[in-house]
């Protein structure tokens, strides 16, 4: 009776040191991987971005005031004000201009930006070539291996066409690094969390893109994506995503019909590699 409790007891203390040893280690990557997407965010230019694009359209404010007989004078207030608003853009602008500066110096070829609201996306993009279509699955910005990569354009895509498709790693559960949490965006809860989009581009105003619908498809289903298409295309190959979709906004139709520009974010369902399937997130404008 003795030595089966003594075995019992070496068991347990056995089964505990593990279970303290995976906690620690699940703790610790985790802490790992909240400080590179604190390091990354830190960066993103997407608030001085903001800052200048709900500005902007004001800037460009004539401060004419029309008077009774039809003709027009400068009004001095309203010069001042449009003054007073042309510099708060200049500022803006420049501050947008550094954070671009910051971005770019840690991520040699920067192609874009990328936040998706609800959720903890908010990522440089980089642009993958003919030559190395999957580069950034296993490189960072300097060339160097790693395993978390970066989300990357499709080589067959760009940063300004009507369909710019991207991908990203899925790093596991609790991960808030490259598209992981989109991972389950093709569940109508989770779909239903996501904000819009807002993809920024290097010299080029910010676009903000709205979620259409997500679909779950199989690691191998290619057939899905499309290239080169036309503004006038956007529509019909939309519709036929929307046929495939799983989860899907309430006038997703109307949407898809009335679209230009198409933004696609696809990662792996899950963290285990390789993964079988892939959470396909469409938003747009």
């Avoid at 800037?59 to 009004?75: I, M, Q």
């Avoid at 042309?86 to 070829?109: D, F, H, I």
């Avoid at 067959?156 to 899925?170: C, D, F, K, Q, T």
């Avoid at 997500?214 to 006038?232: C, I, N």
Wanted: hydrophobic share 45%; proline share 5%; with cysteine.
């Amino acid at each position: 009776m003795v030595r089966a409790r003594r075995k019992a007891t070496w068991a347990t203390r056995l089964f505990g040191f593990m279970a303290l040893a995976c906690f620690g280690g699940a703790a610790l990557l985790w802490g790992c991987s909240q400080a590179r997407y604190t390091s990354e965010t830190s960066v993103a230019p997407m608030a001085a971005l903001a800052e200048v694009d709900d500005a902007f359209p004001d800037s460009f404010s004539s401060g004419d005031v029309a008077l009774p007989d039809g003709t027009t004078r400068r009004s001095a207030t309203a010069s001042g004000a449009g003054d007073g608003n042309a510099r708060s853009v200049a500022a803006a602008s420049e501050r947008a201009r550094q954070s671009w500066q910051r971005a770019e110096a840690l991520y040699p070829g920067l192609a874009a930006w990328v936040v998706v609201g609800g959720t903890a996306v908010s990522s440089p993009v980089m642009q993958a070539s003919g030559n190395a279509p999957n580069y950034y699955l296993t490189h960072n910005a300097w060339g160097y291996r790693d395993s978390t990569g970066l989300p990357y354009l499709d080589a067959r895509s760009s940063a300004m066409e009507p369909v710019r498709i991207l991908y990203g790693h899925n790093l596991g559960w609790g991960s808030s690094e490259r598209l992981s949490p989109l991972a389950d965006a093709w569940q109508e809860d989770a779909f239903a969390q996501l904000g819009d989009a807002t993809w920024a581009v290097p010299g080029e105003r910010s676009e903000r893109f709205v979620p259409l619908c997500a679909l779950k498809v199989a690691s191998t289903d290619s057939g899905l994506l499309s290239f080169d298409l036309s503004e006038d295309e956007v529509p019909a190959w939309l519709g036929v995503l929307l046929g495939k979709a799983n989860a899907r906004v309430s006038d997703a139709a109307a949407l898809a019909k009335g679209a230009s520009d198409a933004l696609v974010l696809i990662t792996c369902t899950n963290g285990v590699h390789p993964a079988n399937d892939r959470s396909v997130v469409v938003f747009v404008r």
